[in-house]
């Protein structure tokens, strides 16, 4: 090229750099010896650097790129956002630098928003996931529908990602009625299969946020589906991921599957036995949830507010009058909670069911929560619902 003085033709140049960035180390020794590269060079060694092992490269390109007064095309943004997004996939930014990285690239985002297409929109919201921060995710995605742009099935995964990083099935659910009208939870449970194909695998953030895109009734092919996508792929059933598909499969009414996958869960936490136990108590097995309970406290796991409250319903339901009035008594002395409207509503649906307010009112005055004004709200509202009992003075 020497020779022949093509070194200084800007298109064989480019040839020359775009066949290069296979070895990066190559392409920057051809780059550092052209004297006014164009865009589309810059743009090649950014894109070079966007899918090498050293993402975080791609910055000082940006910057020279800048400093010269060159005006950035949609190229450059898109390849610049994918190594904000890679330099935390590989590990060399994490916490509070992975996310100094990615608002380096909103704030470009922000300068070139005249030509953000949705690639761009999808390409920042992937690297929200990927330094772990789901709300700027859904921030992401609402500004996107603001600008009158349709979500792509990129876009859905994106989002169920993010719902599933902070364990909202809610807005999992609000994805479900927006979506699947559409189409794009079946999509993505398409794109799921066509990953499998190319060798690519999702995480558990993923995987539990497909789930929670899925209705709690209907559901239950999709729920089998992804359980035997993750056996078959020899996924990690991490806690997250099965406390997700018990409560899934226990809303669906299948206890013997949600149980199946309670027991090969590891590293159990008690938002996994809370959903276990609920799954017993709101399908009429009010023994099988006591029996559960009971166990989780000899393995040595602690009952949190909620976990009471899902026993006191399986009692409540079930008729289990002195099993409830017990376990209602050990969670305020030997656990020390303070019982919530919720708590003191199963308690006085279970005793009035049976026809025991008094029992409900002598219950509460011989706790240490004799200054509660809840406890007497719930039970004279009850009362007077039930028209059983009218204890105005108490």
């Known amino acids: 090229m020497v020779k022949t003085a093509l070194n200084n033709v800007p298109f064989t140049l480019s040839k020359l750099l775009a066949a290069s960035i296979l070895d990066m180390d190559y392409a920057a020794s051809i780059f550092s010896f052209i004297q006014n590269p164009n865009l589309f060079m810059f743009n090649t060694m950014l894109r ?4 090498s092992n050293f993402p975080n490269k791609a910055l000082p390109i940006l910057n020279e790129l800048r400093n010269r007064g060159i005006v950035l095309d949609q190229f450059s943004f898109i ?41 761009s929109w999808n390409t920042l919201m992937g690297g929200c996931v990927l330094v772990s921060q789901p709300n700027l995710v859904f921030d992401l995605f609402w500004k ?15 989002l169920m990602s993010a719902s599933g990083d902070i364990g909202n099935f809610v807005v999992g659910e609000s994805l479900h009625g927006n979506y699947a009208r559409n189409g794009l ?67 669906c009414g299948f206890l013997d599957e ?69 376990i209602f008594k050990r969670m305020v002395q030997e656990y020390g909670f303070s019982p919530r409207v919720e708590h003191y509503g199963c308690l006085v649906d279970l005793l009035g069911r049976a026809g ?28 007077e619902y039930m028209e059983m009992l009218n204890w105005g003075s108490v």
């Open 48 to 51: 070079g650097y966007s899918i």
């Open 79 to 119: 390849t610049v956002l994918k190594a904000c997004g890679r330099i935390s996939e590989v590990g060399l930014a994490k916490g509070s630098m992975g996310l100094q990285r990615i608002e380096d690239a909103h704030k470009l985002f922000d300068e070139f928003s005249e030509g953000n297409d949705l690639v």
């Open 144 to 158: 996107m529908c603001w600008s009158g742009l349709k979500a792509s099935v990129a876009t859905v995964l994106s």
């Open 185 to 251: 939870v079946g999509e993505a449970v398409a794109l799921l299969q066509q990953m499998r194909l190319q060798g690519v695998k999702p995480n558990s953030s993923t995987m539990v946020g497909l789930l929670s895109t899925c209705p709690a009734s209907g559901s239950i092919q999709v729920v089998r589906y992804i359980t035997s996508f993750i056996e078959e792929e020899k996924l990690e059933l991490d806690v997250v991921l099965g406390t997700a598909l018990v409560d899934m499969y226990a809303k």
């Open 258 to 326: 949600a149980m199946d996958i309670f027991e090969r869960i590891e590293d159990k936490d008690v938002k996994s036995w809370t959903a276990m136990i609920s799954g017993h108590g709101v399908h009429g097995q009010p023994t099988n949830a006591i029996r559960l309970f009971n166990r989780m406290e000899n393995e040595g796991f602690k009952p949190n507010e909620v976990t009471f409250l899902a026993i006191l319903t399986a009692c409540s339901h079930g008729g289990l009058v002195i099993e409830g009035m017990d």
């Open 356 to 383: 025991m307010l008094h029992e409900a009112h002598k219950l509460i005055k011989s706790l240490p929560i004799k200054g509660d004004a809840t406890a007497w709200r719930t039970l004279l509202l009850l009362a």
